[in-house]
């Protein structure tokens, strides 16, 4: 069993900036991508950013791309979310997620995570 758990979320205003954790204890992560996605009010959870297991390929939705920055520390068994030139749009509830399978690439769909953390709120204002 794994448990993750997101911090570092926040109300922030246009331009700023957020750093979102997300610890795991129970398991390790080494081994697994890892991916964070986001749900906002009313619409469908959808994927944000996606790194591999040893943190050398990174995947990011179009809409944060150049902005976000995936990282991870396996050491520490921590999954990072850099967030950069923070908009409006970008309110929600963030969440990390393992991939399914060990040793498996980037994950972009939701069927591919299997354990979830309890969300992370970001608040963006103008």
């Known amino acids: 069993q794994v448990q993750l758990v997101e911090s570092g979320g926040g109300s922030v205003q246009v331009g700023g900036s957020l750093r979102l954790s997300c610890a795991a204890s129970?398991?390790?992560?080494?081994?697994?991508?890892m991916g964070w996605f986001r749900q906002a009010p009313g619409k469908e959870r959808e994927f944000v950013a996606a790194?591999?297991?040893?943190?050398?390929?990174?995947a990011y939705a179009d809409s944060v791309k150049g902005r976000f920055t995936i990282s991870r520390n396996n050491a520490k068994n921590t999954v990072y979310l850099q967030m950069n030139s923070l908009k409006p749009e970008d309110t929600a509830v963030y969440y990390c997620?393992?991939?399914?399978?060990?040793?498996?690439?980037?994950?972009?769909?939701?069927?591919?995570?299997?354990?979830w953390g309890q969300g992370t709120q970001v608040t963006v204002s103008s």
């Open positions: 997620a393992r991939r399914k399978e060990l040793g498996s690439g980037l994950g972009y769909l939701i069927f591919e995570y299997d354990y």
């Open positions: 790194v591999s297991m040893s943190g050398g390929s990174t």
């Open positions: 129970g398991r390790t992560l080494s081994g697994y991508a």
